[in-house]
């Protein structure tokens, strides 16, 4: 089993979070895609739910980037092991994410 850290957070900024990710990636379609490497994970848990969130790091035009794509989760039908499992197994440590770049911010990136 995968380990990784927990973290108890009020779900307000997350949802906030959550719809401005959701905005972006509607604005990515032009950006330009590669690939990223999965490096780790973090669980943020809101009562009976959260966001598993999928650090990722990039290179583009030579310099080296990081982000991350988070997964809503709700617990009251599975464990948290079982949800967050079938995410490290799609997602694990090491493999390649397609993600999306804004080439005038790189810094800047979603996940597809």
Known sequence: ?????????????EMAWSLRQWARRQGARHWVPI????EGYELLLARQNGWFVILYSYEFNG???????RKWLLFSFSSEEVQTGKLIRRFPRGASILIRVDPK????????
């Open 1 to 13: 089993m995968e380990l990784y850290p927990i973290r108890s957070v009020f779900g307000f900024p």
């Open 35 to 38: 690939s990223g490497i999965v």
């Open 63 to 69: 310099s080296v980037y990081s982000g991350d794509y």
């Open 105 to 112: 911010n790189p810094n800047c990136s979603v996940a597809e």
